[in-house]
């Protein structure tokens, strides 16, 4: 509608990029999705995506080195709840990243690409962006 | 900083792994630890309990992938139980029913090892 104005409100974490991070970015994830009036349920999925968002920037774009920043901003309206993750670190092509056929996976010892797939899996949207040299952002949405 | 513990038990040649708390990337190392130490001991028969696991990403999920084939080798496995639900959905969504025995309780997969031994005798 034309005239109708969205409400969105928007919170924001910034941590080092450190695995042991992890707790605090899901507490973060945890508390802003609940007081949005996100169902329970779905809450679980969103700070699994973002659980797994975040351990792919720790591992690949920074590759663990911990001193990196990782942003973490929550926006929601009525009906949409969106993490917004940036990083400075190494850029990640997502198309490099197939769907991961676990039975090949069992034989060959891989376990990469796994958190990918929950993302997809457990979130209406993911999209990636990435502006090389400034920053890459991975944007995970969920309709509620 | 992510807490999560694991505590072993021994049922005869049967290995038991109890989980507690977050399983994640800060913490898989720990039950890495746990299956590696198993392993050095030539105990290739192990029961993860699930039970007190409140979460689970796929850093964890990864663990029981590192030790499987080094386990079956050995004429061992992995039987996973007494999962919560939302624990079970993450397995599932990535089909790891069909590569792990998972079940109800812990008695059950304990019970497996041991009918599946009595038909080697």
Partial sequence: ?144 | MAEFSTSTKEVGEISIIYLKGYLDAHTAPTLENTFSNLIEKGKYRTVVNFNELNYISSAGLGVFMAYIEKIRENNGDIKLSSMSEKVFNIFDLLGFPLLYEIYQTEEEAVNKFIESKSFEK
């Fill in chain 1, 1 to 144: 509608m034309k005239n109708k104005k969205i409400h969105i409100e928007q919170k924001e974490l910034v941590v080092k990029s450190k695995t042991d991070n992890l707790t605090e970015i899901r507490t973060f994830v945890s508390n802003g999705a609940r007081s949005a009036g996100v169902p329970p349920n779905v809450v679980d999925n969103i700070i699994l995506a973002v659980d797994e968002a975040c351990t792919n920037i720790i591992k690949h774009a920074y590759k663990y080195f911990p001193e990196g920043e990782i942003h973490i901003k929550l926006e929601f309206t009525s009906n949409k709840f969106t993490i917004i993750i940036i990083d400075h670190g190494t850029p990640f092509n997502p198309e490099s990243i197939q769907d991961p056929d676990l039975q090949k996976y069992f034989i060959q010892h891989r376990v990469g690409g796994l958190g990918m797939y929950l993302m997809k899996s457990l979130m209406d949207e993911v999209k990636y962006i990435s502006v090389p040299g400034k920053y890459n952002q991975v944007q995970l949405s969920k309709n509620i």
